[in-house]
């Protein structure tokens, strides 16, 4: 089969031909319809070798909907021809959080040298991907496929992190998103499915906010030194209760921390690596800064029950699988609208 692999430290991936993969005892085998683009992929194309803590050649892509296409000895509860959306953040199973559903968080993942697919073990940017377990498999019923595939990470890690900060976003409040691309500009659109928060989006082009203000932002604010004056002025004063930094560098963590109200919560979800320092003087009272990584099972279940409501307009752009090394260019160049998302049926 064909599947975008990165291949060597440094370089761009490419489109390769693999043996095909075949589903072994417990095993689900899903031939993938969409495969979504996450600017992390970017960040692990560009670690050092000696910081790179996978082995190569690797399959990327670790957002995935397809339809079963094999079931190996010993599955049952699923049917070939099924259509599933893949939970990426493949935990144990049998630790305390896996029994949580919170695979995200497994006690023993690094041990037990588990990876979700894209991100050490191959990934779903293939015709097929091997699925270790059936309770990775979500059934995805009629939903778009290529709106769903980006759900599954760039819907569920925003989700997980809003739902944390929920009983902050009360009627009157304000919700900042910082960084206005795949995953942003489902968060704003999260925010205004869940809470009657006025959002207020920032990013660093006008294209951007346009995308921003399209998906429900109420605000939208280009992300400079004066973006944090305008949002106090935007809140008479009093700043946003949840920030969402999607971004994670230096100037957009000082923005979160510049316009965080009393007891407010920062979550700093994008990798781009800055510290928030927190202690008495720092931040505003109370204010909880965290960096949480993906969601859970079931929340990945939530997300696209919401996603059936009708509530969340996923903005996409489509490539083939060959076409999957411009997707990736445009996306490192800031050039992707929403979320690339790679059909390797064609
Ligand atoms: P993306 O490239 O689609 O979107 C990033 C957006 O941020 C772009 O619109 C870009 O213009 C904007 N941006 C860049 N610099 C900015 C600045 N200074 N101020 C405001 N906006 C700025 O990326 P994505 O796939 O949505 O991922 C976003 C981040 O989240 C990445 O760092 C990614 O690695 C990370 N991520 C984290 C998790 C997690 O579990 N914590 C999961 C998925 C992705
Ligand atoms: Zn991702
Ligand atoms: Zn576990």
């Known amino acids: 089969m064909k599947a975008l692999q990165y291949r060597q430290i440094g370089a761009a991936p490419e489109v390769v031909t693999v043996p095909d993969p075949e589903a072994g ?36 892509g670790h957002e995935g909907v397809g339809t079963v296409a ?58 097929y991907l091997l699925v270790d377990d059936p309770r990775h498999l979500i059934p995805i019923g009629g939903l778009d ?27 009157g409040s304000t919700a900042v998103v910082i960084g206005t691309g795949g995953l942003g500009h489902v968060a704003i659109q999260l925010l205004r499915a869940m809470t009657a928060a ?42 946003a209760q949840a920030v969402f930094d999607f971004v994670g ?11 965080a109200a009393v007891e407010a919560d920062i979550s700093i979800i994008g990798i781009g690596g800055a510290a928030l320092p927190v202690g008495f003087g720092l931040l505003p009272f109370e204010v909880s800064v965290s960096a949480p990584y993906w969601g859970s099972r079931g929340e990945l279940i939530e997300v696209l029950d919401l996603a059936r409501t009708g509530a969340l307009s996923l903005h996409t752009e489509t490539y083939s699988l060959d076409e999957a090394p411009l997707a990736y260019e445009r996306l490192h ?3 992707v609208t929403g979320r690339a998302v790679i059909l390797p049926g064609g």
């Open 249 to 259: 560098a230096e100037p957009t963590v000082k923005t979160a921390a510049a316009v």
């Open 145 to 171: 496929p290529v709106a769903t595939a980006p759900l599954t990470d760039a819907g569920l890690t925003p989700y997980h992190a809003i739902k944390r900060s929920l009983p902050k976003l009360l009627p």
């Open 198 to 239: 006025r959002v207020i989006a920032l990013d660093v082009s006008e294209d951007k906010l346009a995308l921003a203000r399209t998906v429900g932002a109420h605000e939208a604010v280009l992300s400079d030194a004066r973006a944090a004056g305008v949002i106090r002025e935007l809140t008479g004063g009093v700043g």
């Open 70 to 127: 094999a079931l190996g000895p010993g599955v049952t509860g699923f049917a070939e021809g099924d259509a599933v959306a893949v939970y990426g953040p493949w935990g144990c199973g049998t630790c305390a959080k896996c029994a949580e559903g919170k695979e995200n968080y497994c006690l023993r993942a690094d041990a037990l040298g588990i990876r979700p697919p894209g991100l050490g073990r191959p990934g779903s940017m293939a015709e």
């Open 333 to 335: 160049a800031g050039q």
């Open 25 to 60: 005892p417990g095993q689900v085998l899903v031939k993938i319809t969409a495969a979504g683009a996450c600017h992390s992929d970017i960040a692990v194309m560009s670690w050092p070798a000696e910081a790179f803590p996978y082995a190569l050649p690797l399959t990327l």
